[in-house]
């Protein structure tokens, strides 16, 4: 990772861990802090994760060449117009919100082509830099956001970023990444929640520990997180959350009706089409199979990248890695992709070429 000054602006759990990992893994590397709450800073100074603490947003990203935004998701709009001016003009900027459209829409506001969204899909019902651990994203997710604007070398500093604390990367337009994580966690979050409630309120509390078993525990675990998080997130997420909220209601609503009517064999159907479903979900650790190289000619004109990761996100291929090699003759340059699957990239490869492009294998340097 070739960065010489780091600022973290958010000390909590994802930003506490990306710092200590940062400097786990480079303990000369700068790492300058800043947190509303200056007890979670001092405690991130205390731990190693911070070479410094600053007084104020405007004085840790002073001198930085990589700002990581790791404040509350709601607050980084805000976070971006303020320091439009005071990051300087070399660096690039990335965040770990959850949520990205606004996000983004923020951020390049701001930043233009510097900015890109990122979401490192790890974490804990723990919060706070006490719970922060070096090694939190290793072998899991880091969802990138790119756009028509984003430059390609905003895209690597934050894919270098993600790799050397151990994540893969994943290419998702930002109105993708919102829907899908609408249902895999923002839901489930309130599902979650929802089962609890309506646990506690009806019986004694006492009586309910001794009989919960562990598939309660387990589906109801993530019910401990932190509510001013989530709080956040759902208000940066709104529109989606009640989109999946409306299609789980439905859903409910059908199980009921079936019981209600002693429908038990269209009930079997439906339980055993979901447990194939959960099964199939997460019998494959490597989310689509080989890694496959593709790469193809492109036109230097904005849009070109959001044309290919919106495709690849409409027919649901996991974009690995990207990046462009510039040509030095100007006007063009070639985006080169790694895709998760031979049947995945030979898809993409097809709808690309009726875009227009003219898509070959190839391998990155």
Not at 32 to 56: E, I, K, Q
Request: glycine content about 10%; overall charge negative.
């Amino acid at each position: 990772m070739f960065t010489k000054r780091m600022a973290v602006l958010g000390t909590g759990l994802i930003g506490g861990s990306i710092a200590l990992g940062a400097r786990t893994r480079n303990r000369r590397l700068p790492v300058v802090g800043f947190d509303d709450d200056p007890a979670a800073a001092a405690a991130a100074l205390g731990r190693g994760a911070l070479s410094s603490v600053a007084d104020s947003l405007e004085e840790a990203v002073a001198g930085a060449d990589l700002v990581v935004l790791a404040m509350p998701v709601d607050q980084i709009p805000a976070a971006c117009t303020r320091l439009a001016r005071a990051v300087p003009a070399e660096a690039i900027v990335t965040d770990v919100g959850s949520a990205k459209a606004a996000v983004v829409e923020a951020g390049e506001a701001a930043f233009g082509p510097r900015f890109v969204g990122g979401h490192p899909m790890a974490g804990s019902e723990r919060h706070g830099i006490e719970a922060a651990d070096g090694r939190l994203f290793e072998d899991a997710w880091w969802v990138i956001t790119p756009t028509a604007t984003t430059s390609s070398s905003a895209y690597q500093r934050v894919g270098a970023l993600a790799s050397s604390l151990g994540a893969k990367t994943v290419a998702v337009d930002p109105v993708t990444h919102d829907a899908l994580v609408a249902r895999l966690s923002h839901v489930p979050q309130i599902a979650a929640s929802a089962l609890v409630d309506m646990a506690v309120t009806g019986g004694d509390r006492e009586a309910l520990l001794g009989l919960a078993g562990a598939g309660f525990r387990d589906v109801t675990r993530i019910a401990a997180s932190n509510p001013d998080l989530w709080v956040a997130i759902l208000r940066s997420n709104r529109t989606a959350v009640l989109e999946g909220l409306q299609t789980l209601g439905k859903r409910l609503e059908g199980v009921a009706d079936a019981i209600s009517a002693g429908a038990w064999e269209e009930l079997h159907s439906w339980l055993d089409e979901a447990r194939s479903a959960r099964l199939e979900l997460f019998a494959k650790p490597d989310h689509g199979g080989e890694p496959i190289a593709i790469s193809m000619l492109v036109p230097d004109r904005p849009g070109v990248l959001a044309e290919v990761t919106t495709e690849a996100g409409r027919l649901g291929t996991n974009i690995e890695d990207l990046r462009i090699v510039h040509s030095t003759e100007g006007g063009r340059g070639r985006l080169e992709l790694i895709v998760a699957g031979e049947a995945a990239a030979g898809i993409l490869s097809e709808a690309l070429d009726r875009l227009g492009y003219r898509v070959e294998r190839g391998e990155f340097d």
